[in-house]
């Protein structure tokens, strides 16, 4: 297996890992993690590489590959089944397991590329479903008191597309996600107008639990919203900002120039990084960079093409936010994570661009 990053992520950026251990036996996580206690960098854990930026310089430290599979199913009692299933598990496999199965609560997740890990560390959600709504429990290792644990939703700090697992940064492992699912042949309301549109209903009507599940399938890749496997934009990690949190004025700001202020299913008012990027000039198909455009569909997603690096890819983030910022006064959230520390040391003087730390811990 190659060593390089490159070869891991849906960028296809970055160098190589001091060290790059598989973990695929569950059974076997305490020796791993025995191998990488007491190193000088901590470990970066990473799944199916979809959201991660690699440095071109690769990463110091050991960096432990989360390949487990496996879900299992147990009724509850109460009419629920839960779902135990391995960090490893690509979400779109359980998924399509759960509509299979005629069980409803994350139908509205199909598509979203990476594993099930990674879920509950940006609170993974799509078309008013979250992966915090259902949500009983996790199994995490915890590198700080070197033991297993179980946290229950409460403990985890899950906001819009954040948990205590970005907030404190390489602290937890998640190895086993546990969800409460509803038997049932049919999908959660629609409370979007562009999924009623692409299954041709009502908004707030319950269609089948499969043809919910297609009807977001074929929604995300109409908008731009799916990995494809090939073509000009196969190598991106999905949005590369969040939708930024915004004040009143700001958001009066936003309507006066044609945008649209919401407020999220946590009732904090937002604005969408898509449409502040197209109002700071950016569109799809641009060249922002050698090797770097805005994908054909969309400008909030990225895209590699031959010439990319790490770098240009970085420089490109710090130039949009830059704009949005001297445009409108709004700043931009990195979303993509970098396994890389302090990397955003040289951005702490730009006021268009969110200081933050390193997430380490990234499925």
Not at 108 to 123: E, K, M
């Amino acid at each position: 297996m190659s060593d390089l990053l490159a070869d891991h992520t849906t960028l296809r950026l970055g160098g190589p890992a001091d060290r790059l251990l598989t973990h695929t036996d569950p059974a076997a996580w305490t020796d791993l993690t025995q191998t990488v206690i007491g190193q000088p960098v901590a470990p970066f854990v990473l799944g199916g590489g979809s959201n991660t930026l690699a440095a071109d310089a690769g990463y110091p430290g050991p960096v432990i590959h989360m390949t487990t599979r496996g879900i299992t199913v147990r009724p509850l009692g109460d009419g629920t089944t839960e779902v135990t299933v391995q960090a490893g598990e690509p979400l779109s496999a359980l998924v399509g397991f759960a509509v299979s199965e005629g069980l409803s609560g994350i139908e509205y997740l199909a598509g979203i590329p990476g594993t099930t890990g990674a879920a509950p560390v940006q609170n993974t959600g799509a078309y008013g479903q979250q992966i915090s709504d259902a949500l009983t429990h996790l199994t995490v290792y915890d590198w700080n008191r070197r033991q297993s644990a179980r946290l229950r939703p409460e403990e985890c700090g899950f906001g819009y597309r954040t948990s205590i697992f970005k907030t404190h940064l390489g602290r937890w492992t998640i190895l086993e996600v546990a969800l409460r699912l509803t038997p049932s042949t049919y999908a959660a309301p629609v409370t979007y107008q562009y999924l009623a549109h692409a299954l041709d209903i009502p908004l707030g009507t319950r269609p089948p639990l499969a043809e919910a599940a297609q009807g977001v399938l074929a929604d995300r890749c109409q908008r731009g919203l799916a990995l494809p496997e090939n073509g000009p934009d196969a190598r991106q990690a999905g949005s590369v900002f969040l939708n930024p949190p915004i004040t009143t004025a700001q958001a009066d700001a936003v309507r006066a120039a044609g945008g649209v202020a919401y407020r999220d299913d946590h009732s904090v008012l937002r604005a969408s990084a898509g449409w502040l990027l197209q109002l700071a000039g950016h569109h799809p198909g641009n060249q922002l960079a050698p090797g770097v455009f805005c994908s054909t569909r969309r400008a909030l997603t990225l895209t590699a093409h031959d010439g990319a690096t790490a770098a240009s890819f970085n420089m490109v983030l710090q130039k949009l936010a830059r704009d949005v910022y001297e445009v409108i006064g709004i700043r931009l959230h990195p979303e993509p994570v970098r396994p890389v520390a302090a990397w955003m040391a040289a951005e702490k003087e730009d006021p268009g661009v969110l200081a933050i730390g390193v997430e380490r811990v990234e499925q």
